[in-house]
């Protein structure tokens, strides 16, 4: 006879199902960039929720022309601190009954906390690509972006920039030049794009001989591959309002993530036969060099 369960109507028949599968239905997840796009330099050590990183940042140092006799001017440089404040966490928690272990062969701990865990990276990367945008430097945005230039459109939210898979390759240089522009180095760049652009890439006239990467890489994170020095990155968690996306670039020196898992534990259910898991992770996230990164409001065609 089956056990009643707190909520649910009557049942009858065998002990719940008689016969349960020795493999879980594969499960597939969004694909995850923040680790891609953001450093980890400053993560030091973080004991907790509100726990706070404090960067010391380089001043502007002056130099002036010399003129024999006139003497020298001398600056006061200031190195102020950049904050990074761990203020944000999310966690999981979920019931592991006797009842359903004793019926599994399956280790449903370690299932359902791998589960738990592919969401939490899901959350922290909408929450990353949702805040960053916006932080961009005003040379690196709008429709009269470039720090020399000025005469770049990189899209605003009234006139987005309109992407074919004709143009596609020309907008992803111009993100070069912004960077160019700001003297940011070739290594480490990247862009985060829709799956829609990224489809638009793989048709224009580049097509896949302009993509180089390993081939595991789009499972592991998105990844597409290369194109003009910017590791390209497909995703499904940036921010869009009515057709129009918030594209991210830069170079990864930009913005500073740290964050790590302060509590993950088992322990018995003081109401019934069983266990209960929880995990917490703590993390923050900050904009340190607004010039090493670029915004661009785009819709595809």
Known sequence: ???????????????????????????????????????????????????????????DIVVSDYVKGAGLNYQNPTSPNVQLLIDQGHYFAFNLFDVDKHQSDINLMDEWGNDGAEQMKIKIDGNVLASIYSQASADNAGATAGKISGDIDLGTSTTPLALTKSNIVDAIVDFGTILDEQNRPEADRYIVLPAKACARIKTSELKDASLSGDGTSTLRNGKIGRIDRFNIYSSNNMNVTTGKY????????????????????????????????????????????????????????
Not at 15 to 28: E, G, H, M, N, V
């Open 246 to 301: 918030d594209v991210v670039f830069g170079h990864k020196s930009a913005t500073t993530f740290a964050g790590q898992i302060t509590d993950m534990e088992s322990l018995k259910n003081p109401t019934d036969f069983g266990d209960l898991a929880r995990s917490l992770f703590v993390y923050g996230f900050e904009v340190i060099d607004p010039d090493s990164l670029g915004h661009s409001v785009i819709t595809v065609a």
């Open 1 to 59: 006879m089956a056990f009643p369960v707190s909520g649910a109507p009557s049942l009858s028949g065998t002990f719940i199902p008689q016969i349960w599968a020795s493999k879980l239905l594969t499960k597939f997840y969004l694909n995850t960039v923040y680790n891609e796009i953001c450093n980890t330099d400053y993560e030091g050590v973080i004991k907790g929720h509100g726990d706070e990183v404090k960067i010391r940042t380089r001043p």
